[in-house]
């Protein structure tokens, strides 16, 4: 419920503050004061897109700030969810800087104008001319069915089927998809593992063949030189073993002359046990070198296929090779496994069709039951409103499952006997559309946790007992929900808890509009000036009293 508006620097409005009853509120003013301007006012704190044009003075802020009562309307989840602190009373707060910046505060935390409009929607319902395109939507249509028949339960149960059905369906279509991929590789896949698997690739033994290979390529060499050095270490008479030992004898020589000459003698022992480990090596390593041609040619090959493979997958190393194997493995295992696989997503996605099937068909047939229901319902009230011939049905057929539900719906109507009903978009009048919109939100009002339903003129194109039938819906309305009425009937008008008047201000340079709720005096003269003009003779006002039930 809206119980404090204030507006500062919007269009011709400079200030204006309005503090409206909970139950049923008139606003009232002549043509062009400003009456639709606090519409506009108003659909900025509900997320509409901002203008710098509707600036009073383009040097200054414009902020538009609303106090709500949410109490009662179970909206804790929702700022939870959001992350916006929750008070009983709720700001929600605009502001349009001369730059043209728009900033939206929900209890003084920054918001997207997306938590604006989805919050907008608990709070306030606006009746305007924009609801001839609403009502003809065909998703607008089935909300209001939804509405009337309470399907709320039957929507999210529909809905987590949907949602599981979708993935499911997703899954299965990818791997369909993706099989199809597979199959059309298998056979060069499989010869690509075929010739990886044949070579038995091992960690590291690229390295170790090209050593081996750079061995047996220069065996010969090898040998040569390695007999060279141990005939240099060994020989009898040139050896270095052989010098090494007359040298040694002269060392024994020395120390039997002087202790002195032992540690030099014990370091030229470790030469000596060093040179032989050499040569012994040495010979080791001559047993082990072999001129074998064979063996040669075995690397090479092996090397050469290694070399052909790493250019053909455009790898460096053996263990990319290795890696590139097992990926090729994974892959036939999975083609191998592929239809079972397939099988057991198809059998999932099967269930979860049937799972959604049965949901959309609970949730349809409790659509359907409601028709005859709503439709009579509306029927009565347009009765009541002076449209005695009103004809309305709902039209009704099955489509395939989508976001929404299995029903496509569309409410038809005609407000002449004898005329088949049509689609409301091709047959109402703008009168006619407003009765049938009031008749509706006179229904919806008990069925949607709405705080406050603003109509704006929608007693556009009747008069009379009609407009007293309309009012005394509205103050029935007005019973559980707040009412803001902007009307131009003064037996309408009469009827307010609260009565507004907009008005403008031509005493300073630029006209201003303002509003001030108006005393019983006030509204007598205003209701007499509704009736008979600017001057109203003493009957009008006469006129005004009894409306008010003075």
């Known amino acids: 419920m809206l119980k ?51 600036l009073f003075d383009d040097e200054k802020k414009c902020i538009i700030e609303g106090v709500f009562e949410i109490g009662n309307y179970g909206l804790e989840s929702y700022f939870q969810a959001e992350d916006l602190d929750y008070e009983v009373q709720c700001i929600i707060r605009r502001e349009i800087s001369p730059s043209g910046k728009s900033r939206a505060f929900v209890n003084d935390t920054p918001v997207k104008l997306d938590i604006l409009k989805s919050l907008g929607k608990s709070l306030m319902d606006i009746h305007s001319q924009h609801d001839t395109l609403l009502l003809a939507a065909g998703e607008y249509q089935l909300g209001l069915i939804d509405a009337y028949a309470s399907t709320q339960s039957e929507k999210e149960h529909y809905s987590t089927a949907f949602k599981a059905y979708k993935k499911s369906r997703k899954a299965y279509e990818k791997l369909l998809h993706e099989a199809g991929e597979l199959r059309k590789e298998a056979d060069f896949n499989q010869f690509q593992l075929e010739e990886l698997s044949a070579l038995q690739l091992q960690d590291g033994e690229q390295e170790i063949l090209e050593n081996e290979q750079e061995v047996l390529d220069n065996a010969e060499e090898i040998k040569s030189k390695i007999n060279e050095n141990l005939q240099l270490l060994q020989g009898d008479e040139i050896g270095v073993s052989a010098l090494l030992m007359q040298i040694n004898q002269g060392f024994q020589q020395l120390t039997r002359y002087s202790n002195r000459f032992n540690e030099l003698r014990e370091r030229f022992d470790s030469v000596c046990i060093e040179v032989n480990d050499i040569a012994a090596t040495l010979e080791d390593e001559d047993s082990k070198v072999e001129v074998d041609f064979d063996k040669l040619e075995e690397i090479r090959e092996r090397l050469s296929k290694i070399y052909q493979l790493q250019k053909k997958h455009g790898v460096q190393t053996v263990e990319e090779l290795m890696t590139l194997e097992k990926e090729l493995a994974d892959k036939a295992f999975q083609i191998g496994n592929l239809d079972e696989e397939l099988e057991q997503l198809k059998s999932d996605t099967e269930n979860a069709w049937q799972t959604l099937s049965q949901a959309g068909q609970l949730l349809s047939q409790k659509r359907q039951k409601c028709f005859k229901g709503f439709a009579k319902e509306i029927t009565v009230l347009l009765a009541n409103l ?84 309309m009012v005394k819906m509205m103050q029935e309305i007005a019973k559980r929900h707040q009412v803001i009425s902007i009307s131009h009937l003064p037996q309408v008008a009469a009827k307010g808890d609260k009565h507004y008047f907009v008005y403008k201000d031509n005493s300073a340079a630029k006209t201003i509009s303002k509003i001030r709720a108006l005393n019983q005096e006030e509204r007598i003269t205003e209701i007499a000036k509704m009736i008979a003009g600017a001057n109203p003779s003493e009957s009008a006002v006469q006129s005004a009293m009894d409306l008010l039930g003075e």
């Open 4 to 54: 404090n508006l204030s507006i500062t620097n919007y269009a011709l409005i400079e200030s204006l503050e309005m503090g409206p009853s909970p139950a049923l509120n008139m606003i009232t003013g002549e043509t062009g004061a400003g009456k639709s301007i606090m519409l506009g006012a108003i659909g900025l704190l509900l997320g509409n897109r901002a203008d710098t044009k509707a």
């Open 386 to 469: 002076g449209m005695e011939n009103a004809t309305l049905e709902i039209s009704h057929q099955n489509v395939d499952p989508i976001a929404t539900g299995m029903d496509e719906v569309e409410i038809l109507f005609t407000a002449n006997k004898g005329v088949k009903p049509q689609p409301i978009r091709q047959v109402a009048s703008g009168g006619e559309f407003s009765r049938l919109m009031f008749a509706i939100k006179y229904i919806m009002a008990d069925k949607v946790a709405l705080p406050t339903l603003i109509f704006d003129e929608i007693d556009t194109g009747i008069s009379g007992e009609v407009a007293l039938q």
